[in-house]
């Protein structure tokens, strides 16, 4: 990336414009006590220098095989998805809000929302939404706000990292959180006075959650569910059992799994709540020659169009991403993406069975897909940790982190990706401690 670097002409032009004598003074407001005095930097190398100083310290990477899950997933990405969205028109893609200059775009996203509908069954779809966790409080939001209730029951199920987040929107709006606890890894629904019912399905624990449950009591509530997109190709349509609200992260849909990111939260819903949706909503429409025109429409909610009065602060653009989505799933199509879940599936339960055979406790008591949880003695988890990530494996993730319900449990998945020699060498380190 070229890099030009101002002369001290230009910052001295820069610091008279804004009206300030130093640059230091930027920081004014900033408790004296709490800055940083001595910047104590070596001397700076050269590019050449530099570059190999930064490949010594890549070289200490190792790359490991993630036999783990929690919410992203190291999914097969077939070589096209990146190859198609790193065209170079479309890797500035920001905001289209200049509909006659932005069509490819525009109609990029209108097929990411029109494919989101379809595999969530819902009517209408959205882009923009940041990741699984925040898709999710937006959805809480849109709830209360329709509802005028200031109460939310959320099942235990859902992912703790998405409930720890969901906790942060709702303390910042008073909102009130109601705790639905699991009983033998399923939700105990139970009738409360709330704007909606959220759950996750499957739940974090990978088991397949109480749907009929979840209907029976949602009554006049909202129900908001949580899906893994591509196990929801094998799954009921979340309409079909009471919901109003699906959402999700849609990392698995061709997006690498990095150090944790970019993620694509994805949001669908029924059509009389579309004008509540936040986000961008790209619409189909005809121009004067009554040619196919996408324009982004429905924007009146977001801050940059109504600021104070806004639905949602959401403002940056996932359109990069969610292109990747797109084409992952124009490349897959429903057949494919149900051969990738159950590719997931067989290898979830060949790993089970292997695991039992050795010994290891297996929390199998409910139906699960491509997640599930283990039962380790405490003593173990160390050194079998540390044992996995020699022989070349993501350490497990550990639930006694998240709550001490669950110390001793560990978390395991498989996705499609994943071989037989792979899970049988990921079996052979467990039968050494065993």
Same mark, same amino acid.
């Given at each position: ?11 001295? &032009? ?12 930027? +920081? ?8 940083? *005095?001595? @910047?104590? +930097? ?30 992203? =997933? ?7 998805? @990146? ?13 289209? =809000?200049?509909?006659?200059?932005? *069509?490819?775009? /525009? ?28 898709? /999710?409080?937006? !959805?809480?939001?849109? !709830? ?16 703790? /990292? =998405? ?12 909102? &009130? ?11 105990? @629904? *139970? ?5 909606? =019912?959220?759950? *996750?399905?499957?739940? +974090?624990? $990978? ?11 949602? $009554? ?29 992260? $849609? ?12 993620? %694509? ?5 029924? &059509? ?11 619409? %189909? ?45 124009? %490349? ?15 290898? !979830? ?7 039992? !055979? ?30 996995? %990530? ?9 639930? $006694? ?8 449990? /560990? ?18 380190? @467990?039968?050494?401690?065993?």
């Amino acid at each position: 990336m070229p890099y030009t670097p101002h002369t001290q002409k230009d910052i001295e &032009k820069m610091l008279k414009t804004i009206g300030i004598d130093q640059v230091s003074d930027l +920081f004014a407001q900033i408790p004296e006590e709490v800055r940083l *005095q001595k @910047w104590d +930097f070596p001397k700076g190398l050269g590019e050449s220098g530099t570059r190999r100083f930064i490949n010594k310290i890549a070289r200490n990477n190792k790359e490991l095989i993630p036999m783990i899950g929690f919410g992203i =997933y190291d999914h097969e990405i077939p070589s096209a998805v @990146w190859a198609l969205a790193g065209k170079a028109e479309f890797v500035t893609a920001y905001t289209p =809000y200049q509909a006659e200059a932005s *069509q490819g775009m /525009l109609q990029a996203i209108f097929e990411f929302q029109s494919m989101i509908a379809e595999l969530t069954g819902m009517d209408v779809a959205n882009a923009s939404l940041y990741d699984g966790a925040t898709a /999710l409080c937006e !959805a809480m939001l849109m !709830a209360v706000a329709e509802k005028k209730n200031r109460q939310i029951a959320v099942s235990l199920g859902v992912n703790p /990292l =998405y409930r720890e987040v969901l906790k942060t929107y709702a303390k910042a709006v008073d909102i &009130k959180i109601i705790d639905i606890p699991l009983v033998n890894g399923k939700t105990a @629904w *139970q009738e409360v006075d709330v704007a909606a =019912y959220i759950m *996750q399905q499957p739940n +974090f624990l $990978g088991y397949l959650d109480d749907t009929d449950g979840f209907n029976r009591v949602k $009554g006049k509530a909202f129900g908001i569910v949580s899906i893994q997109p591509i196990l929801g190709s094998v799954l009921r349509k979340p309409q079909e059992y009471g919901a109003d609200i699906v959402c999700g992260e $849609g990392q698995p849909l061709g997006i690498p799994i990095s150090s944790g990111g970019p993620l %694509l939260g994805f949001m669908a819903t029924k &059509k009389s709540l579309m004008r509540k949706m936040p986000g961008r909503i790209v619409g %189909l429409t005809s121009d004067k020659e009554n040619n196919d025109a996408f324009v982004l429409t429905l924007q009146a909610r977001e801050q940059h169009i109504r600021r104070e009065k806004a639905s949602s602060n959401i403002c940056t653009n996932q359109a990069l991403n969610a292109l990747a989505a797109t084409i992952y799933l124009s %490349l897959l199509g429903p057949m494919g993406l149900r051969e990738v879940a159950t590719g997931a599936i067989n290898n !979830a339960h060949y790993l089970v069975d292997k695991l039992k !055979a050795i010994g290891v406790e297996v929390c199998d008591e409910q139906p699960f897909l491509m997640e599930f949880p283990v039962k380790v003695p405490v003593e173990k988890i160390p050194l079998l940790k540390a044992k996995l %990530l020699d022989a070349g494996f993501t350490p497990p993730i550990d639930l $006694g982190c998240y709550s001490t319900e669950y110390t001793g449990y /560990l978390l395991l998945c498989t996705t499609e990706k994943r071989t037989v020699a792979e899970i049988d060498d990921f079996v052979a380190v @467990w039968e050494g401690i065993w």
